[in-house]
Every structure is written in structure tokens, then in C-alpha cells.
């Protein structure tokens, strides 16, 4: 039988404190806009860059990706929407997208609340094509913004390395 002596458990508490220091936490964060008197919020899980490279890495071009970490990233809106090309009930969908070099579609999902891996394509609602813009100096952690530009008319834009990705939205009445 192995035994412990004083200075063995030390050195295997420090280890495994040192192991446990490189995992890396993706904390929950939250984006939300009042546009026309409706509230529409996204919550997600905001994995950060850690020196590794993002897009077309971490992250694989042409693959469905839940952008954040630990439960899918989550939409909820008070009021019906118009994303690009798609008309969205008021409601709680999650969002998933597909990012390109040159080209993100986004899609939104009739599921909410399941891991972030777990996408089923069949409870896809629908897709619409993302606008796409390098930035200027790189974000470390992954961001969702909601923006108000003013009247019934937004923008979802995510944000993380050097990539925007974005769509804007109208509140419908």
C-alpha cells in the first residue's frame, strides 16, 4: 500500500492546485436592449481567448458552432422580430451559427436551455446571413451586444478575436 508522507501530499496539493488554476471558466454574461418598449435579451457563457487562436481554429469554419460555452446561448425576446431574411415569434429560442472566412449565417433554434454541443438541426426555426467586419484590435472575450439604432431598429453583434459578426433586427409591431 502507498502512503503519504507529509511532504508527498503537499507536493500532490500543489499539483493538482496548479492543474486546477489552467482551467479555463467561460463566467456567464448577458446582453439586453430596449427597443419600442420591448425587452430582448441574450444570455451566454463568455469563453476567453487565452493566446489560443479563435476563428478557423478553436472555432471551425463551416461547422455549427454555439457561440459561448457550457448551455447554448440563449435568446429571449418579448416582442416579434425581423432578423435579416427571418421573421421571429416573440419568444425563447437559442442561437447557433455557421462562420466563414468571408460569411456567417446565423440560426436560431427552437431549443433553449440544452448544452452548448447538443444542437439538433431538426428544431432549427431558421437561418439569415450575418454581416461580417475584422476588427480593429482583437477582444479577448467572446461579447454579444444589443444596440439600439433608434425607432423599432437594432443590431445583434458578436464580438470575439478580431471578427464582428452582426444582423440587424427590426421590432415588429
Known sequence: MFRFSGWSAVLVFLL???AAAQRYTSPPASATVT???KRINVDYYAPSMHGRKIMGYLV???EVWCPG???ATGLATAADLQFGT???P???WSIWAIPGPK???LIVNKQSGQHHLDYDSAEDFGRTKMNLRTLAAPVETLRFE???NGGNKGTLALRWETTEASVPFTVLP
Open 60 to 62: 471551425p469554419y463551416g
Open 16 to 18: 493538482a492546485g496548479c
Open 86 to 88: 427571418l421573421r421571429l
Open 90 to 92: 416573440k419568444g425563447t
Open 35 to 37: 427597443i419600442a418598449g
Open 69 to 71: 460555452a457550457n448551455v
Open 146 to 148: 444589443l444596440i439600439s
Open 103 to 105: 460569411e456567417w449565417t
